[in-house]
Nanobody, 120 residues
Framework: QVQPVESGGESVQAGDSLRLSCDTS????????LGWFRQAPGKERDAIAA????????YYATSVEGRFTISRDNAFNTLYLQMDNLKPEDTAMYYC?????????????WGQGTQVTVST
């Protein structure tokens, strides 16, 4: 698989919004889902949102439900993560990539990630 390219991460204040983007235009291999994962220092990389091509149409981790929204453009070139009402606990490195299963499990074809830091 072609490595995705994440962008949009910044240092922001609690309550702010950010929109992350992932270039998926060069994906050619078949996949079951595309998702966003995040990893905080000393923690595991956890799925936070995903879109599915079959079965469940979307997934959100409980911690971001109602605040984050995952979407794709109509040309299927870009995966987005709209993040509203950011909290300090959202601070992490954010990655996108293809996935499988429900809840989603990454296929280990990640980009470089984009850092999101939320301060009080």
């Amino acid at each position: 698989q072609v490595q995705p390219v994440e962008s949009g991460g910044e240092s922001v204040q609690a309550g702010d919004s950010l929109r992350l983007s992932c270039d998926t235009s060069r994906y050619t291999d078949k996949y079951y889902c595309l998702g966003w994962f995040r990893q905080a220092p000393g923690k595991e990389r956890d799925a936070i949102a995903a879109l599915y091509t079959t079965g469940d149409s979307e997934y959100y981790a409980t911690s971001v439900e109602g605040r984050f929204t995952i979407s794709r453009d109509n040309a299927f070139n870009t995966l987005y993560l709209q993040m509203d009402n950011l909290k300090p606990e959202d601070t992490a490195m954010y990655y996108c990539g293809s996935c499988r299963q429900y809840p989603p499990v990454g296929n280990d074809f990640w980009g470089q990630g984009t850092q999101v830091t939320v301060s009080t």
